[in-house]
Structure formats: structure tokens, C-alpha cells
């Protein structure tokens, strides 16, 4: 069993920035995908950004050049940095990994971004 605990969510000003942090407990293989999704309300949840080894990350087309997503194996830990916010970036953003054949998700992390 994984657990995954995210931190760094909050309310933040059009333009300005907030960093997402999701420490697993326990080791994610490097070749192993962790990722970050979000879900607005009344809408889906959809990636935002997915790492893993060997590849580039992906990120989805509406935050490419604004969110960059990390992985610190070490630490267990996946990083959102997320910079030129919108309101629409609003969401509750949630940690996935994949273990074995597995899929892991965080409780969730409320991001505001106010107009």
C-alpha cells in the first residue's frame, strides 16, 4: 500500500505562484510514472503533468510553459512548481503514482486562484 500526502495548495493572486509537493511513503521506482492531476468543479479530473524516467515529462497543453513538474527519487517526492496562474487553473490538484501495476492517489490539495 502507498500512501501519498500533497502540501502547498492555498489562494493566490492572477499571475503569481504556488508550489505542490507530494511525498510518498514509500519508494517509487524511478521508471515507475508519478503525476499531478486536477479537477475543477462540475468538470473531470485531467492530468496536468506526468514524470517518469526515460521520458520528457507531458504536460497538458493548457499549463505547458507555466507548471513544471519534478521528482526527487530520495526524497520520494513529485514537485508541481506552477507560475503565471489563472482562474482557471482552480482546481483541487491530486498526487497519482504507479506502483507495479498499482495506481496510487493523494487526498487532494485546494488550489484558488482569484481574479
Same mark, same amino acid.
Given at each position: 500500500q502507498v500512501?501519498?500526502?500533497?502540501?502547498?495548495?492555498?489562494?493566490?493572486? &492572477?499571475g503569481?505562484s504556488?508550489?505542490l509537493?507530494c511525498v510518498?511513503s514509500v519508494?517509487?521506482? $524511478?521508471?515507475? %510514472?508519478?503525476?499531478?492531476?486536477?479537477q475543477a468543479?462540475?468538470?473531470?479530473?485531467?492530468l496536468?503533468?506526468?514524470i517518469?524516467?526515460?521520458?520528457?515529462?507531458?504536460?497538458?497543453?493548457s499549463?505547458?510553459g507555466?507548471f &513544471?513538474?519534478?521528482?526527487?527519487?530520495?526524497?520520494?517526492?513529485?514537485y508541481?512548481?506552477?507560475? $503565471?496562474?489563472? %482562474?482557471e487553473?482552480?482546481a483541487?490538484?491530486?498526487c497519482?503514482a504507479k506502483?507495479d501495476?498499482?495506481a496510487?492517489?493523494g487526498q487532494?490539495?485546494q488550489?484558488t486562484?482569484?481574479?
Amino acid at each position: 500500500q502507498v500512501q501519498l500526502v500533497e502540501s502547498g495548495g492555498g489562494l493566490v493572486q &492572477t499571475g503569481g505562484s504556488l508550489g505542490l509537493s507530494c511525498v510518498a511513503s514509500v519508494s517509487i521506482h $524511478s521508471s515507475d %510514472p508519478m503525476a499531478w492531476y486536477r479537477q475543477a468543479p462540475g468538470k473531470q479530473r485531467e492530468l496536468v503533468a506526468r514524470i517518469r524516467s526515460g521520458r520528457d515529462p507531458e504536460y497538458a497543453d493548457s499549463v505547458m510553459g507555466r507548471f &513544471t513538474i519534478s521528482r526527487d527519487n530520495a526524497k520520494k517526492t513529485v514537485y508541481l512548481r506552477m507560475n $503565471s496562474l489563472k %482562474p482557471e487553473d482552480t482546481a483541487v490538484y491530486y498526487c497519482y503514482a504507479k506502483r507495479d501495476t498499482t495506481a496510487y492517489w493523494g487526498q487532494g490539495t485546494q488550489v484558488t486562484v482569484s481574479s
